[in-house]
């Protein structure tokens, strides 16, 4: 199978699933690759241009729609007292270039004992999980238009 059509999560009819590719964060950031589906069936992704695969996507073929699904990595969950402590924590995260993600009130990041101690210096609390991550994309990443008023 091949694909060149990404289809957004919620926008394409479920019913013409055909099959699932399971893809950590690194794999769901593509321009090209070949894939596994869960199904055992080999599924070349030829897009025109990187693309950040979402949770829920579904990648257009021939034969239908394979859905994309996140797949669980050791992550962080970091919490804290306060959402001063919280942000505090979000800009030294973000000082260092880490991807994060926001869950409520609680900041999620890939599993890094250097990192976690740091955190714990700054007065957060973290805990080990395992579960998809789909981070931030940054501010340079495209998906906002600038079609509205600045004043």
């Not at 060149?4 to 019913?15: C, E, N, P």
Request: proline content about 3%; glycine content about 10%.
């Amino acid at each position: 199978m091949r694909t060149g059509h990404v289809l957004s999560a919620g926008q394409w009819d479920a019913a013409r699933e055909v099959d699932r590719v399971l893809l950590d964060f690194d794999h769901r950031h593509r321009r090209r690759i070949a894939l596994q589906t869960e199904g055992g069936r080999e599924l070349l992704l030829d897009l025109p241009h990187t693309a950040r695969l979402r949770h829920g996507d579904g990648l257009e073929t021939e034969d239908g729609i394979v859905r994309v699904c996140a797949r669980a990595e050791e992550l962080v969950e970091i919490h804290a007292h306060s959402d001063g402590e919280l942000a505090r924590i979000a800009w030294h995260l973000g000082n260092r270039h880490l991807p994060v993600q926001f869950i409520g009130a609680c900041i999620r990041i890939r599993t890094d004992h250097v990192i976690e101690d740091m955190v714990a210096l700054l007065g957060g609390h973290v805990a080990r999980i395992e579960a998809p991550f789909d981070p931030e994309a940054g501010a340079y990443a495209g998906g906002h238009s600038h079609a509205h008023d600045h004043d």
